[in-house]
């Protein structure tokens, strides 16, 4: 069902109606710009917030939202007198000075960021900002009577102009958060972690970029990179544009720089650094060597970046074999990802069993209490023994702790349910599928990456989670504390 909102947003894309004056607003800001010249650049690049490597518009937007907000606060305050009325006025007058400088200083930023956006996305940043411009107008005519004493008609003006902003906010919010725009649309794929071949170096013209893929088997993806052969030199970087996914592979290179041809960025070709904007993130980065006359890849990583390179996950694996080196392993112990498979197994017999009952057989309850009880027992020993030990060597591990957050609370969904409901078989069959995927997908990648921690090693670890299930099922305080927890969830 489309919601009323989407309605809106819907009926502001297509409003053809807005593009000559679209047109001729963003053909006065061009003029405006042309006049400066040399400086026109520099002027673009600061208000893009290429310097700062983030988009200026929304950071500056945040000003006249905070103050605007607290304003009204203050100004309901002073309404019902519930503060010491000068204090609270004054300072009401104070956040709409800041938020209107606010205000002025983002328009000139979102302007120059909307010049670069064409058909529904021009028209809907043009109502946004037509709805900013008239809650900076109310503000300002709010604090021109406010200083000619008439607080009660400023403050009715300062609360239309707040509720202008908001509405001009959330188109802003739609631009961004649906349609992408300001936010990074370069490929980031880790791949490829060590090098590859990827071209013959004689098919490589001067200073002419040349497109290859990647392919990215986590993403189920082929991954665009561009090479350019530019004095002596073979450089790469990724081929869509940070700033919405044009192809720098039918750009060009200028002054040491490739630019994008959609909207002019220009990344340096050593660094993929962002050297004009609009776009204010680098472009992703590879390592290239020439092996053999061949051109091979390696994705260079990112400051931040959690995605393990070969190298690290052998020396991960180096010290961890150390360390295990020097720790007993309990006799008969069974590998860690055996012990955890089998209680999977154990998992899907119970959904099973669930399932199978009749809906108003009064063991059901029962039965679901002990299924709650075992998913968070498994929860606990994954989060507590087997995640910390395997990220090193595998990158699921922020997945996986993020399906144990939905698990948790489709679980609680769940309990609330009477079990002989139709809600509780659509619900409990939804668990299933999220359980059985998380146990599938964990018993497909995750076990796997295991093994790079070595026979030893994992054999501990399973003789921990062992220990650890043992206690959970057996002791009085921890099974009065799951029954507790599973009894407040059902709400009884
Ligand atoms: S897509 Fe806009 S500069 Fe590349």
Redesign the pocket.
């Known amino acids: 069902m489309v919601s009323e909102t989407e309605r809106f947003t819907g009926r502001v894309e297509q409003a053809e109606q807005l593009d000559a004056p679209a047109y001729a607003v963003a053909n006065a800001l061009s003029t405006t710009l042309e006049v400066t010249g040399t400086a026109s650049q520099p002027i673009q690049n600061t208000l893009h917030g290429t310097w700062l490597g983030h988009p200026l518009h929304p950071a500056l937007a945040t000003l006249p939202i905070g103050t605007w907000t607290f304003a009204l606060v203050l100004d309901t305050y002073d309404t019902f007198g519930l503060a010491p009325h000068r204090r609270a006025g004054n300072a009401a007058d104070l956040a709409l000075k800041v938020g209107a400088a606010g205000a002025i200083a983002a328009a000139a930023a979102g302007a120059a960021d909307w010049r670069?956006v064409h058909g529904r996305d021009r028209r809907t940043g043009l109502v946004h900002a037509a709805l900013n411009t008239a809650a900076l107008a109310l503000t300002l005519g709010s604090l021109a009577l406010r200083r000619r004493g008439r607080r009660g008609a400023g403050r009715t003006l300062s609360a239309a102009g707040w509720l202008t902003m908001a509405a001009g906010a959330y188109l802003g919010g739609h631009m961004v958060y649906r349609r992408r725009i300001g936010v990074d649309?370069a490929d980031r794929s880790p791949e490829p972690r060590g090098f590859l071949s990827v071209l013959s170096l004689a098919e490589l013209e001067e200073d002419r970029p040349r497109r290859v893929e990647i392919w990215d088997e986590a993403a189920r993806a082929a991954i665009g990179v561009v090479l350019v052969h530019h004095r002596g030199r073979v450089h790469a970087m990724g081929s869509r544009?940070?700033?919405?996914?044009?192809p720098?592979d039918e750009?060009w290179v200028q002054d040491g720089g490739l630019v994008?041809?959609?909207?002019?960025?220009r990344f340096c070709l050593a660094t993929g650094d962002v050297l004009d904007?609009?776009?204010t993130a680098p472009q992703p980065r590879y390592e290239v060597r020439i092996n053999d006359g061949q051109v091979e890849l390696r994705r260079i990583p990112e400051p931040g970046d959690e995605a393990l390179t070969p190298e690290e996950i052998e020396a991960s694996r180096a010290a961890v074999a150390e360390a295990a080196d020097g720790k007993e392993v309990p006799p008969g112990a069974r590998k860690a990802d055996e012990v955890l498979f089998e209680h999977h197994q154990i998992l899907r017999r119970l959904f099973e069993n669930i399932e199978a009952m009749d809906p108003e057989d009064p063991e059901r309850r029962d039965m679901m209490r002990l299924l709650a009880g075992e998913l968070e027992i498994h929860e606990h020993v994954e989060d507590e023994i087997f995640y910390p030990a395997v990220r090193p060597v595998s990158e699921d591990v922020p997945v996986a702790h993020a399906e144990h957050q939905q698990l948790a609370d489709m679980l609680a969904v769940t309990l609330r349910l009477g079990t002989s409901t139709p809600a509780f078989e659509e619900q409990l069959r939804a668990l299933h599928e999220a359980v059985d995927h998380h146990a599938s997908a964990e018993e497909r990648s995750m076990f796997m990456e295991a093994q790079r921690l070595g026979d030893r090693r994992l054999r501990q670890l399973g003789a921990e989670i062992e220990a650890m299930v043992d206690h959970e099922r057996e002791s009085r305080a921890r099974s009065a504390f799951r029954a507790l927890k599973i009894r407040l969830l059902e709400g009884l």
């Open positions: 670069q649309q544009c940070s700033h919405m996914g044009g720098l750009g994008c041809p959609w909207h002019g960025s904007g609009p776009s």
